[in-house]
């Protein structure tokens, strides 16, 4: 666990950065620091590892002040992964990842081949081992400067804006993969960004600062879109965080009517089919929506790639109201395809059916019940 | 012309000297000498300065100050210095004459060793720097492991050009009547023999680009490819069909 105290920090020339935050970032939790530019979020986190010095007040990691030990050997216990991965250029990619260990005196070979491994999971092949920093690509980059920061196993991650400078794309395959690692390893992290998108997806509990450096609201997700605080936090988290908040919200059971259904590379049978028939593979997954009628596949016609309306979504049982709100507005058929934990076909949801489960929830939040 | 210059570059006695001359091998070993050391001293003065200073940042002025001395007039300083050295020697000694020269040549190659070591440190990447005190570096470690390293391209075109200006300017110890290539220069001029004055040029020529060469070889095993950017085949080779692959991976 990592404490805030009532940390304040004035810079030489009067700027204050952060002003008197109080907070705690639980042990194998993420903590989310978002705010607009300025607010203070690299100065809080980079005074964990004494990168910054407040002027005031304490922080403790696991009860201990961390000015209690030399800043060079606190860093080494602590992961710390920045905005553009800031790899030592003049070294290969599994030396870049080695370097905590090596400080520490590991043996080289002993601690290339757990650089090697950290690789391997932050989903970089073997082979980008002996590259340099210049031949990566800007998101592998940040893959090593995440390898990096685990190499030594550090309790504690602080993490500013690392997947901030790569496209949207491959932003969103970081993320996912970082919730990934984090399941496994369950370190304590502090992680800042600016796009309260990425705090709502990655946090566990969120802290929105405000320029000047205060506080203004620290909460799980789902309350601050639920009861953003303030104006401001509201304005801050956006317009649509209606819809954002059912990506939160766990309704009761989806009510789903049984789905007749077809195989993939078969045939349509010579009867003809509904107007809209889920494919589904061998194992039951569903594939896509296939289309009969005048201006579909006429029956005896494959059940092939060029047939397929793959657009719809899927919602997965005992998943969030938004995937099964939304399975229900991309599916072609107007039904929501929704499966199961291993993704076979359970059956489909009605548009209606969901609005009704919202509707429950909303009423159950107003009268008092609070969801999780 | 150039065949005068030819045939006295071919002449084994203009090499190995007679019993009146000094030949060309003794006198590029003065020449190489003198060189040697200016360089050497300048190194192990401005390395050491230039890190210092672009790792503290303290003390920038004294970068523009010692530029300035670049301004000097050569053989005027010699001069001075020679008037005020030699005579605290006294008997068949020439130092009154080499420490001066060497100094001369010292503060020749001194600036742009210093200005480059510490421009090469200043433009570290500011990231990285970063990253290696968050990493748990120390202030040592931290500039002879990552800020030394990635200076070194920059610190060796600074003594490569030192290299240069010392051995074009070592010539001027046959001004103040000591050796070097610079005495066919000088000798050649004097007793007219413009082929002896031409190709002590062209020995100088020769030497400064061989020393080149060899600092150009060092700078190649030295500096870590990941600066040069002379990635090896087979890295850049398996990188692009790992791309692809890659690619493949990412995007589903
Ligand atoms: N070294 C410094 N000296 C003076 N003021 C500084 C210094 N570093 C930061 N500041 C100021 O402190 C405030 C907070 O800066 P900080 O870098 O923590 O913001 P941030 O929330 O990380 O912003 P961004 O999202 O733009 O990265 C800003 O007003 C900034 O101008
Ligand atoms: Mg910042």
Redesign the pocket.
């Given at each position: 666990m990592i404490r805030f105290d009532h940390v304040t920090?004035r810079?030489?020339?009067g700027?204050?950065?952060?002003d008197g935050l109080t907070l705690e970032a639980p042990t194998g939790r993420i903590t989310v620091?978002v705010?607009?530019?300025?607010?203070?979020?690299?100065?809080?986190?980079?005074m964990v590892n004494r990168m910054?010095e407040p002027t005031s007040g304490t922080i403790t990691i696991d009860d201990r002040d961390v000015t209690s030990l030399p800043p060079h050997e606190l860093r080494r216990t602590i992961g710390y992964v920045i905005q553009h991965a800031g790899l030592f250029p003049h070294r290969t990619v599994i030396d870049n990842v080695a370097t905590v260990p090596f400080l520490l005196g590991t043996d080289k070979k002993q601690a290339r081949a757990r650089a090697a491994e950290l690789l391997e999971r932050v989903g970089l092949p073997a082979h980008f081992a002996r590259r340099y920093p210049a031949q990566l690509s800007g998101g592998q980059q940040q893959r090593v400067g995440v390898a990096r920061a685990l190499a030594a196993d550090p309790p504690v991650m602080l993490m500013?804006?690392p997947f901030s400078a790569v496209d949207p794309v491959v932003r969103e395959q970081l993320q996912d993969q970082f919730l990934q690692l984090q399941e496994e390893l369950g370190k304590t992290i502090v992680f800042?960004t600016?796009d309260i998108d990425e705090a709502i997806k990655l946090g566990d509990q969120i802290a929105v600062?405000a320029?000047g450096?205060h506080l203004a609201q620290l909460s799980s997700p789902a309350d601050l879109l639920a009861r953003p605080i303030d104006a401001f936090v509201a304005g801050f988290v956006g317009r649509d965080r209606g819809y954002r908040a059912l990506g939160f919200a766990r309704g009761a059971a989806l009510p789903t009517t049984p789905e007749p259904t077809v195989r993939f590379g078969e045939r349509v049978p010579p009867g003809g089919l509904e107007e809209w028939t889920l494919v589904v593979d061998d194992t039951d997954q569903p594939q896509g929506w296939l289309r009969s009628g005048p201006s579909g596949s006429p029956p005896g016609s494959p059940i092939d790639d060029a047939a397929l309306f793959r657009g719809g979504t899927l919602a997965t049982q005992g998943g969030s109201l938004r995937a099964a709100l939304d399975a229900c507005l991309s599916s072609p058929s107007g039904r929501g395809v929704v499966v199961d934990g291993d993704g076979r076909l359970e059956g489909t949801v009605h548009l209606d059916a969901v609005t009704d489960l919202i509707a429950s929830r909303e009423r159950a939040e107003v009268t008092g019940g609070a969801d999780g | 012309m150039i065949g005068n210059v030819l045939r006295w570059l071919n002449d084994p006695d203009n090499w190995n000297g007679t019993q009146f001359t000094t030949g060309i091998w003794a006198q590029l070993q003065t020449h190489l000498l003198y060189s040697v050391i200016a360089v050497l001293a300048a190194l192990v003065i401005g390395l050491p300065l230039g890190l210092a200073i672009g790792h503290t940042g303290r003390a920038t002025s004294l970068i523009s100050g010692l530029n300035a001395v670049r301004a000097l007039p050569t053989v005027g300083v010699l001069v001075l210095l020679v008037v005020i050295i030699a005579p605290h020697f006294h008997g068949r000694t020439s130092k009154g004459y080499i420490i001066p020269t060497l100094i001369v040549l010292i503060l020749l190659a001194v600036p742009p060793i210093l200005s480059n070591t510490y421009a090469g440190v200043q433009n570290v990447d500011p990231a990285v720097r970063d990253a290696a005190y968050g990493m748990g570096m120390t202030g040592p470690q931290v500039l002879w492991r990552v800020e030394l390293p990635n200076s070194l391209p920059l610190i060796f075109s600074g003594l490569r050009s030192a290299t240069l200006q010392v051995i074009a300017t070592a010539t001027i110890a046959a001004y103040v009547t000591l050796g070097g290539l610079g005495r066919f220069i000088y000798d050649g001029l004097a007793q007219q023999d413009y082929p002896q004055m031409i190709s002590g040029g062209v020995l100088v020529a020769a030497l400064a680009l061989i020393a080149d060469l060899v600092l150009a070889l060092v700078q190649r095993y030295t500096v870590s490819r990941g600066l040069t950017k002379r990635f090896s085949k087979s890295t850049v080779g398996g990188a692009v069909a790992a791309d692809l692959e890659e690619a493949g991976v990412e995007h589903t």
């Open positions: 920090k810079y030489p020339d700027t204050v950065a952060v620091f705010g607009p530019s300025g607010c203070g979020k690299t100065t809080s986190l980079r910054i500013d804006e800042v600016h600062m320029v450096g | -």
